[in-house]
């Protein structure tokens, strides 16, 4: 119990982080189709989002990528070499949160998030621990109930 207190309370920490681009939690009209990818280690839930028709959102610059301070610390460089350019930000500390983001073909912006290391040799992955839209207010969603704990409303 404590340990998944501690996995949502740095999920939400990431998750503040990134919301310094102005994006809110909203649920839009028309999305793709979300497959279940909760608990999933990313690389498989990432091939699931690609085949439902979410595309990576490249969020840094490849000429920026080694002294971004959101992505060289903890999973981030590991994520980054791997070609995971949705990539947003990853924490060093902690349970080793990240986060990704996703654009479906109706404009909409999904934001998944990670913990855990990723330790290969070791077979440790980081699992998806939630999803949600984000969007700007700009974009003239309608603002409702995110989604929670990665459960489709």
Same mark, same amino acid.
């Given at each position: 119990?404590?340990?998944?207190?501690?996995?949502?309370?740095?999920?939400?920490?990431?998750?503040?982080?990134?919301?310094?681009?102005?994006?809110?939690?909203?649920?839009?009209?028309?999305?793709?189709?979300?497959?279940?990818?909760?608990?999933?280690?990313?690389?498989?839930?990432?091939?699931?989002?690609?085949?439902?028709?979410?595309?990576?959102?490249?969020?840094?610059?490849?000429?920026?990528?080694?002294?971004?301070?959101?992505?060289?610390? !903890? $999973?981030?460089?590991?994520?980054? +070499?791997? @070609?995971?350019?949705?990539? %947003?930000?990853?924490?060093?500390?902690? *349970?080793?949160?990240?986060?990704?983001?996703?654009?479906?073909?109706? !404009? $909409?912006?999904?934001?998944?998030? +990670?913990? @855990?290391?990723?330790?290969? %040799?070791?077979?440790?992955?980081?699992? *998806?621990?939630?999803?949600?839209?984000?969007?700007?207010?700009?974009? !003239?969603?309608?603002?409702?109930?995110?989604?929670?704990?990665?459960?489709?409303?």
């Amino acid at each position: 119990m404590r340990l998944k207190a501690l996995l949502l309370l740095m999920t939400m920490i990431v998750s503040n982080r990134l919301c310094l681009a102005q994006t809110k939690p909203c649920q839009p009209l028309r999305h793709a189709r979300l497959p279940a990818i909760s608990e999933l280690i990313y690389s498989r839930a990432r091939k699931k989002l690609l085949a439902a028709g979410w595309q990576p959102l490249q969020t840094k610059s490849f000429n920026d990528a080694d002294e971004d301070p959101d992505i060289k610390s !903890g $999973n981030g460089p590991l994520f980054w +070499t791997r @070609g995971y350019v949705e990539l %947003e930000a990853c924490s060093g500390t902690g *349970v080793a949160a990240c986060a990704f983001l996703f654009k479906d073909a109706y !404009g $909409n912006h999904l934001r998944v998030t +990670t913990a @855990g290391e990723e330790l290969p %040799e070791e077979k440790t992955y980081a699992r *998806v621990t939630g999803f949600q839209f984000v969007c700007d207010e700009r974009q !003239g969603f309608s603002h409702h109930t995110p989604l929670t704990n990665g459960q489709e409303n």
